[in-house]
T-cell receptor, first 109, second 113 residues
Framework: AQKVTQAQTEISVVEKEDVTLDCVYE???????LFWYKQPPSGELVFLIR??????QNEISGRYSWNFQKSTSSFNFTITASQVVDSAVYFC??????FGKGTKLTVNP | DTEVTQTPKHLVMGMTNKKSLKCEQH?????MYWYKQKAKKPPELMFV???????INESVPSRFSPECPNSSLLNLHLHALQPEDSALYLC????????????FGSGTQLSVL
């Protein structure tokens, strides 16, 4: 069975702090894809990143970075120097099939 | 055009009504999805159409009936819904596979009275 666990339900930080959102997944597939999506208060989910199971290189995109570790089945997401606009619910997903429960991030000014 | 358009944005219906949700994309995507999202919960996959054929049905009750008239359109027909079916219904599309990134619409907020 496929499963995605986001243990952090809510995180609150002050602007400019760094924050890491955790994601642990379970799958029996040898080839799979992991995703992060952002859902701001407006409601529309927005794609952030896609990573395949054969590529364990960390990725950085501006203030966002992702750490994929196959050995621990984790795909963590770090926001550096957080901003108020980063406030949203962030979902980790295994392909388009299974979403984690989400982590609500609140960045306070 | 990188949008997925859903109509209506809000819908209130009684348990005996029949209504339909509509989703449209013009990105040439060949996979389209319906998700149900309850408040403060993650999206739950309901149906996947791939190349206009139903490829995944996540054991959804028959009161929800999907339809894919062509590769750009996806409908969800609703009949005899229950109050617990009230939720945000999200449509998404991807190029062709569930392993590709999803483009989401803004959803239809459905209330069943």
């Amino acid at each position: 069975a496929q499963k995605v666990t986001q243990a952090q339900t809510e995180i609150s930080v002050v602007e400019k702090e760094d924050v890491t959102l955790d994601c642990v997944y379970e799958t029996r597939d040898t080839t799979y894809y992991l995703f992060w999506y952002k859902q701001p208060p407006s409601g529309e989910l927005v794609f952030l990143i896609r990573r395949n199971s054969f590529d364990e290189q960390n990725e950085i995109s501006g203030r966002y970075s992702w750490n994929f570790q196959k050995s621990t089945s984790s795909f963590n997401f770090t926001i550096t120097a957080s901003q108020v606009v980063d406030s949203a619910v962030y979902f980790c997903a295994l392909e388009g099939l299974v979403f984690g429960k989400g982590t609500k991030l609140t960045v306070n000014p | 055009d990188t949008e997925v358009t859903q109509t209506p944005k809000h819908l209130v219906m009684g348990m005996t009504n029949k209504k339909s949700l509509k989703c449209e994309q013009h990105m040439g995507h060949r996979a389209m999805y319906w998700y149900k999202q309850k408040a403060k919960k993650p999206p739950e996959l309901m149906f996947v159409y791939s190349y206009e054929k139903l490829s995944i049905n996540e054991s959804v009750p028959s009161r929800f009936s999907p339809e894919c008239p062509n590769s750009s359109l996806l409908n969800l027909h609703l009949h005899a819904l229950q109050p617990e079916d009230s939720a945000l219904y999200l449509c998404a599309s991807s190029q062709g596979q569930v392993s590709e990134k999803l483009f989401f619409g803004s959803g239809t907020q459905l209330s069943v009275l």
